[in-house]
């Protein structure tokens, strides 16, 4: 008979300082199969724009058809165990970054199965964002008009490759369909490119 047992784990994240004045935080959350070093370099004007940046991995790991170690967020194995294990640790993570930056902006980012993943998180946290960034990514399907409160933001975006073979047109009507659905208001992000984190995000950072 199958038991459960909580354990403890180590996690690991990046952090780049912001040069100059802090404008605010911003947390990006990786998709599948990459890993939080790699994924940090799409970011790396925001320092330079002065936003404090951290980029915590997902806690599975195993390697890619190139025997290239990477991380997942969750399977479809012990599904629940693993949404709950994340959602602890993102929230373990966002608490010590509120102490380090008391009062300043946060701006949350996720790209592909880093969407779920941050929405998830979100709508189980307190944590009220400034921004909300979706790349290319699905809204879970549990999430409903009751998540509400939990996942305002003054602003939302969703961003879409026009080039993009793993997510379509019509899954990303879908996805804004739902979101329209429990009373969020997005801009969508047109960009011309495939499954990536487009400079156009960045470029909204500018304005923001």
Do not use: C
Request: aromatic share 12%; no cysteine.
């Amino acid at each position: 008979m199958k038991h459960q047992l909580i354990v403890n784990k180590t996690a690991h994240y990046y952090y780049e300082p912001a040069i100059g004045s802090s404008k605010g935080v911003v947390l990006a959350v990786h998709g599948y199969a990459q890993l939080a070093v790699e994924f940090s370099d799409n970011f790396k004007e925001l320092p330079v724009k002065g936003y404090e940046l951290y980029v915590p991995e997902a806690l599975s790991k195993f390697y890619n058809k190139e025997r290239q170690p990477v991380a997942s967020w969750m399977t479809s194995y012990e599904r629940e165990d693993e949404i709950s294990d994340y959602i602890n640790y993102l929230e373990t993570l966002m608490q010590l970054i509120i102490q380090k930056n008391v009062a300043s902006p946060i701006h949350l980012i996720g790209f592909s199965q880093g969407v779920s993943t941050l929405l998830r998180w979100y709508a189980s946290s307190k944590l009220k964002a400034a921004t909300v960034h979706l790349i290319a990514g699905s809204i879970p399907e549990e999430l409903s008009s009751n998540d509400i409160k939990q996942l305002i933001a003054d602003k939302y975006f969703y961003y879409h490759g026009t080039k993009d073979r793993l997510v379509k047109e019509d899954q990303v009507n879908k996805y804004l369909g739902q979101l329209a659905a429990i009373g969020i208001d997005y801009e969508k992000v047109n960009f011309e490119g495939r499954h990536e984190v487009p400079m156009e995000l960045i470029k909204v950072f500018t304005t923001l």
